[in-house]
């Protein structure tokens, strides 16, 4: 289905006027890089500052998705590159993000799960989500930060979580890591106030992404839809949010309209954090 944006700007092609002209596009002339880009609330993120006039670079481990959104985003006259990239390794996204030179905003987005507590833990299943959701995040933040300070100035959104502010149950890993993003988001926000770099973070709740149907699917064979209306009536607002809300959220603080936010988590969660008592 094509947005609204993506019609606006086909009707700006066919009575041959610049796409760059249209009004209120909050990201035109900024170059924007999400990583894990290309699924879930990434892509959401990725058509969304593409249809606000960004140049969007979206780094991937699965570039059939990523070369699949770039497609749907250029079918609407949005600019968008994808570029195959494992964040975890740091030389690879130091060579990446070297090539795309100029970067106004980073949302650090990448990142996978684990359910378990601590004893059902393994040293392996830890590694694996330090070095993901953790190093991977700080290899992107190691590449991108010079080149901000380098230009005067950037805004950048980690993607943490509420397990980063309340205990979750079979959490132990993920909580972890998203307790390193928060405190990693306030460290960068106080180091770099003074070069024009912006650092927030969003915690969202339960997301209904394809990853939410998946674990439904895997876990609870025939079951699906009981589980997932347990796990939708357990945010107080009563269901999951929807990428795009997140994506909204994500719009604003890396738009020139949050110039004055900088060293803060935005929970978007339908109320778990203060309501869920």
């Given at each position: 289905m094509i947005s609204f944006r993506g019609a606006e700007a086909?009707?700006?092609?066919?009575?041959?006027?610049?796409?760059?002209?249209?009004?209120?596009?909050?990201?035109?002339?900024?170059?924007?890089?999400?990583?894990?880009?290309?699924s879930g609330i990434g892509r959401a993120i990725s058509l969304l500052f593409a249809e606000e006039g960004a140049s969007v670079h979206i780094l991937e481990l699965n570039t059939e998705v990523a070369d699949t959104l770039v497609a749907e985003i250029r079918a609407?006259?949005?600019?968008?590159t994808?570029?195959?990239?494992?964040?975890?390794?740091?030389q690879a996204v130091l060579s990446v993000i070297s090539g795309i030179g100029t970067v106004d905003i980073l949302v650090n987005n990448a990142g996978i799960a684990h359910v378990g507590?601590?004893?059902?833990?393994?040293?392996?299943?830890?590694?694996?989500?330090?070095?993901?959701?953790?190093?991977?995040?700080?290899?992107?933040?190691?590449?991108?930060?010079?080149?901000?300070?380098?230009?005067?100035?950037?805004?950048?959104?980690?993607?943490?979580?509420?397990?980063?502010l309340v205990g979750i149950t079979d959490r132990f890993a993920y909580s972890t890591s998203k307790g390193a993003i928060h405190a990693m988001?306030?460290?960068v926000a106080r180091d770099y106030l003074h070069q024009g770099i912006r650092c927030n973070s969003i915690s969202p709740a339960r997301v209904h992404?394809?990853?939410?149907?998946?674990?439904?699917?895997?876990?609870?064979?025939?079951?699906?839809?009981?589980?997932?209306?347990?796990?939708?009536?357990?945010q107080p607002i009563g269901r999951m949010a929807q990428p795009r809300e997140i994506a909204a959220m994500a719009l604003y603080l890396c738009s020139d309209e949050?110039?004055?936010i900088t060293g803060n988590d935005y929970p978007v969660d339908g109320g778990f954090v203060t309501l869920n008592n």
């Open positions: 086909y009707l700006c092609e066919i009575l041959n006027l610049d796409n760059l002209a249209m009004p209120n596009r909050k990201l035109t002339g900024k170059t924007a890089i999400i990583t894990g880009g290309g609407f006259g949005g600019d968008a994808a570029h195959a990239c494992d964040v975890s390794q740091q507590d601590l004893e059902h833990t393994t040293e392996a299943d830890f590694d694996r989500i330090y070095t993901v959701n953790v190093k991977g995040a700080y290899n992107v933040l190691y590449a991108v930060v010079p080149l901000m300070k380098k230009q005067g100035g950037g805004a950048i959104l980690n993607m943490a979580s509420i397990a980063a988001t306030l460290s992404t394809p990853f939410v149907d998946g674990f439904i699917a895997k876990n609870y064979p025939g079951k699906e839809a009981e589980m997932f209306e347990t796990l939708s009536k357990s949050a110039g004055f």
